[in-house]
């Protein structure tokens, strides 16, 4: 009896080891561009789930979960594009964590993801346009829409007083989406906008559009670009004139590179998506634990992308996109029990027996709409050269 049940257990290990499987899931966010400094944290986060997922043996009968980096450049699209083929076509990813900036990652969506039938959960990308985008029911994101963040920023102004703003915003689907979300939440609240600019990124002198802005006048001065690049130079420009001397920042200028500016800063002011979930709080631990920065912007939202992907595997019985696609609302949302960072093994055990989760994860995630989630925000002020957190809304 006892040669037997050992002949039935390694009979049952080779068959498990038999349908395990080497997934990889393609990391595409800007290594190099104007979010470069906020990048190699939230690639972190995500491979943090996926370390996770992989000691824990339980997926798809111990399956392993392995990163495969490339590069969107934040802003050229023929790049993403070409490096998106490369995941697909080259490694074999399973599905995609990004892109990262809206632009990019409209381009990943229809020129790479909806012609392989790949799914992408972007941790970072908030176009409005993005929510009504052809998708095949492949794409979605972890950080919430510009829409929202345009009536977040509204709010806070009007609470600061501030009834007068001009706005520059990086010439991109990503600026332009947030621009026209603010003016419209920010004008039907009764504001004025006394001139509204673009700018290009990668440009060493920035006076020309400092000096539109300034003789415009307003309040204060609304950058709705990117913290590495031409939001930087704008922020610079107006602080060496005197043009300006406080600015909103919304979330593609959060980032602690932006505070090496210096104390030309302090008093300024913006929001980021972010909570104040028990799992926020867990998830900034585990990365301290491994070495990075959990509460750098996108992170939890990195971390909670690829968690989702790989427990919509575990509830499809499957790691192809056209099988798990069907799953990641399922997962994310209630009925079920709370799953928080450092919880995947739970998560994938719940699933494995039949139950049901809902992934909370470390930003609180809540899927709405087109696969996008409800979201929530931080908001920040710059406070003697550090961002202070002054509320969550």
């Given amino acids: 009896m006892k040669k037997l049940m050992t002949a039935t257990a390694v009979s049952a290990l080779m068959c498990s080891a038999a349908f395990a499987e080497d997934i990889k899931l393609g990391v595409i966010f800007g290594f190099t561009g104007p979010i470069e400094s906020l990048t190699g944290n939230m690639a972190a986060g995500a491979e943090l789930a996926m370390r996770e997922v992989t000691e824990s043996g339980l997926l798809l009968d111990g399956s392993s979960v392995t990163s495969v980096r490339a590069d969107s450049t934040c802003i050229d ?74 009536q977040v920023m509204t709010d806070i102004l009007m ?17 332009k989406g947030l ?68 600015f909103v920042l919304p979330g593609g200028m959060i980032g602690d590179n932006i505070l090496t500016i210096g104390e030309g800063l302090n008093g300024s002011f913006g929001q980021i998506a972010g909570s104040d979930s028990p799992g926020t709080a867990t998830y900034s631990e ?7 920065d959990g509460t750098s912007p996108f992170t939890p939202e990195s971390y909670d992308a690829a968690a989702l992907v790989m427990l919509a595997m575990q509830a499809a019985g499957s790691s192809a996109s056209a099988d798990l696609k069907d799953h990641i609302f399922h997962v994310a949302n209630a009925p079920g029990e709370k799953i928080y960072p450092g919880e995947l093994a739970k998560g994938l055990q719940i699933i494995k027996d039949g139950g049901d989760i809902d992934y909370v994860g470390a930003s609180a995630v809540e899927l709405i709409g087109n696969g996008e989630s409800a979201g929530s925000y931080r908001q920040l002020k710059v406070v003697d050269g550090k961002f202070e957190t002054i509320r969550f809304r």
């Fill in 77 to 150: 699209s023929a790049a993403a594009t070409a490096a998106a083929e490369r995941l697909v076509t080259s490694d074999k990813v399973n599905a995609i964590i990004g892109a990262d900036c809206s632009g990019v990652t409209g381009a990943v969506l229809q020129n790479v993801a909806r012609a392989n039938g790949i799914v992408m959960v972007s941790p970072s990308a908030t176009s409005p346009a993005l929510s009504t985008a052809e998708d095949d029911g492949l794409f979605f994101r972890t950080a919430p829409s510009d829409a929202r963040e345009g």
């Fill in 159 to 175: 609470e600061e007083g501030i009834k007068s703003v001009a706005l520059t915003y990086t010439n991109n689907d990503y600026g």
């Fill in 179 to 246: 621009a026209d979300a603010f003016i419209s939440s920010f004008e039907a609240a009764g504001g004025e906008i006394t001139v509204n600019i673009s700018h290009e990124d990668g440009k060493a002198d920035y006076s020309s559009e400092v000096g539109t802005l300034a003789s415009a006048g307003g309040d204060i001065l609304v950058v709705a670009g990117y913290l590495d690049q031409g939001g930087r130079g704008i922020i610079e420009g107006s602080l060496d004139t005197g043009a300006w001397d406080r």
């Fill in 286 to 292: 585990m990365a301290a634990a491994e070495g990075f």
